[in-house]
């Protein structure tokens, strides 16, 4: 069976859980990293130098990057809409999942280690109003792009959903004012109709 490596407080372990279960692949998840450590033994270090999580075994293949391994998944056990059609189509659901690790998640992360990992007493305002201001103007790109579509592709959901859906769930549990983006939100609600988003993803912020 595949093995993730990961504690699934982790939106990068969220992401290979939820898109795992979404293709009905059984997994075997290991509470690594964080408070549960052995993320920085000499055998996890061989398996994933960065001693990050999360990590997939599938078989003797081993990959980390959670993005990489939400493809991965798609590519080896996709079927239906997860397993993209094109090209084009791959394109444009790579475009959406880079977007969010490389221009999203650094606000969210501020937001996220402010708002959930930092004692009320020690928290930064400046820095909570600068990611909230941050996030909510890209948050509106992607309201705009959701204006015309139910999910990032299209009609269906697909692995583009999977990085932004595990981001969204966290945008809309933390406590905070939020501006109204009426596509994000029912985008959203669809997400929630989903057993495998519930069960993976809309756990306690912790
Ligand atoms: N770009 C990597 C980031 C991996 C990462 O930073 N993981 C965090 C958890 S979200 C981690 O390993 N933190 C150390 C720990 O949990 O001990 C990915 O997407 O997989």
Redo the contacts with the bound molecule.
């Keep these: 069976m595949i093995k993730v490596l990961?504690?699934n407080n982790?939106?990068?372990?969220q992401?290979v859980m939820w898109c795992a279960a979404e293709l009905g692949v059984a997994v075997e998840r290991v509470d690594?990293?964080?408070a549960f450590?052995g993320?920085h033994t000499d055998e996890f270090t061989a398996m994933n130098p960065?001693?990050?999580?999360?990590v997939l075994i599938d078989g003797d293949f081993v990959l980390?990057?959670?993005?990489a391994?939400v493809r991965y998944l798609c590519a080896e056990y996709g079927h239906d809409y997860w397993n993209l059609q094109s090209t084009q189509e791959a394109g444009l659901a790579e475009q959406w999942m880079d977007w969010y690790?490389t221009t999203l998640h650094p606000p969210m992360r501020a937001l996220f280690w402010q708002l959930i990992r930092t004692a009320p007493a020690a928290r930064e305002q400046d820095i909570i109003n600068k990611a909230i201001l941050d996030g909510a103007k890209l948050w509106e790109i992607l309201d705009h792009h959701l204006a015309t579509r139910d999910f990032i592709l299209g009609d269906q959901v697909s692995m583009a959903d999977i990085p932004l859906g595990c981001a969204a769930y966290r945008w809309h549990a933390m406590d905070f004012k939020r501006p109204d983006l009426p596509h994000l939100k029912a985008w959203w609600d669809r997400l929630v109709d989903r057993p495998a988003y519930r069960e993976h993803v809309m756990i306690p912020l912790t």
Excluded: A, D, T
Excluded at 50 to 54: A, L, T, V
């Design positions: 990961g504690r982790s939106v990068n372990v992401k690594i990293g964080g450590g993320n960065n001693r990050s999580i999360p980390w990057e959670s993005n391994i690790l």
